[in-house]
DNA sequence: CGCATTTGACCCGCGC
DNA sequence: GCGCGGGTCAAATGCG
């Protein structure tokens, strides 16, 4: 009955459950997708945003945001609990965010609850791709309550970079995941996108195969499932791209996963290189639509992160 | 060969 | 203290 009605929630303690979800619970209807997102409710929400962004979630959200508009979907969809105890965490935090340069001793296994800030997105599947970081997937976990396992990716641009992100497909919503960003980003961007080797070549069959529609890549990720859950639709990244694929084949035919299109070059590293910047004309070409939808809802002209398009 | 995913085992916070 | 469940590790394996 519940429905994932937010965009995007930063939780400041206890662990990532259905239960949190429902404690930012937003109004569906007002929430539910980006591309519904009304102007009178954005407005609402800024109000809401002023009284619980601070300069600690700025900057959480800064490496999220490669090109920050002035009205982001982020900014102003963001809830931000904050315990009173937390005060004394924030040396803590800042170390295990990536804030502070060599650190000296980085725990085996960290924290969890209470300490680690999230960012959560409910997305849908052809937005999963826009995520211009590098991630790594390690590990992939049946979620109690859910049909659909939970994947666990960090970023492979940096290694020392404690950037985690976490993706499961909706139970209530097909098509749309719940993406969950852990940590921050300790580098820029980086020069090209997800490293695909011996993943995304696959390209989905035209829609004419209809209950063949699966890539061979997903049946064998169906078959091979962790702890046997033959159902589970298994979210690597090849998997998601290819369900990606297919949604939007129909809608963008000319779109192609080219893992050249996706590299930018940057003088500066720290330079803020614009999404234009990053990919050629074709792939903006075919996501013009989703922009448009977009910008008319947010009177927002550049795209966010971490799903710009 | 390098980098990716897969997947069983392990760690550890938390509730009872 | 114990067990559950989420998160991570790391060896095995796959792909270009």
Not at 73 to 97: G, Y
Not at 131 to 144: C, E, H, S
Request: net charge negative; hydrophobic share 30%; glycine share 6%.
């Amino acid at each position: 009955m519940m429905d994932w009605g937010l965009q995007a929630v930063v939780i400041g303690s206890s662990t990532c459950s259905n239960i949190q979800y429902g404690a930012n619970y937003i109004d569906q209807k007002s929430y539910f997708s980006p591309l519904n997102f009304q102007e009178s409710e954005y407005l609402a929400f800024s109000e809401m945003k002023t009284e619980v962004l601070n300069d600690e979630l700025e900057e959480l959200y800064k490496p999220f945001y490669p090109v920050v508009g002035q009205n982001t979907l982020m900014a102003s969809s963001i809830s931000f609990p904050k315990e009173p105890k937390e005060e004394q965490k924030e040396e803590n935090e800042q170390q295990s965010f990536g804030l502070v340069a060599a650190p000296t001793y980085v725990p085996k296994y960290k924290r969890r609850k209470n300490e680690q800030k999230r960012v959560v997105f409910q997305l849908k599947a052809e937005d999963l791709s826009s995520d211009k970081w590098a991630w790594r997937k390690y590990g992939q976990k049946p979620i109690k309550g859910s049909p659909y396992p939970r994947s666990y990716y960090r970023c492979s641009s940096s290694k020392g970079c404690l950037a985690r992100k976490q993706v499961e497909q909706s139970c209530t919503e097909i098509g749309s995941f719940i993406v969950t960003y852990t940590a921050e980003h300790n580098h820029s961007q980086p020069t090209r996108r997800n490293s695909l080797a011996g993943t995304i070549k696959t390209k989905f069959p035209t829609s004419n195969n209809s209950n063949k529609n699966e890539s061979p890549k997903i049946e064998k990720e169906k078959i091979s499932s962790t702890h046997g859950s033959t159902s589970n639709l298994v979210l690597s990244k090849a998997t998601l791209l290819n369900i990606e694929s297919n949604i939007s084949e129909s809608q963008f035919p000319e779109i192609e996963i080219n893992q050249e299109n996706n590299m930018f070059e940057g003088s500066d590293e720290n330079e803020c290189v614009s999404i234009e910047d990053m990919f050629d004309g074709d792939f903006f070409a075919g996501l013009e639509d989703i922009n448009d939808g977009f910008n008319s809802s947010f009177g927002c002209n550049n795209s966010t992160f971490p799903f710009s398009s």
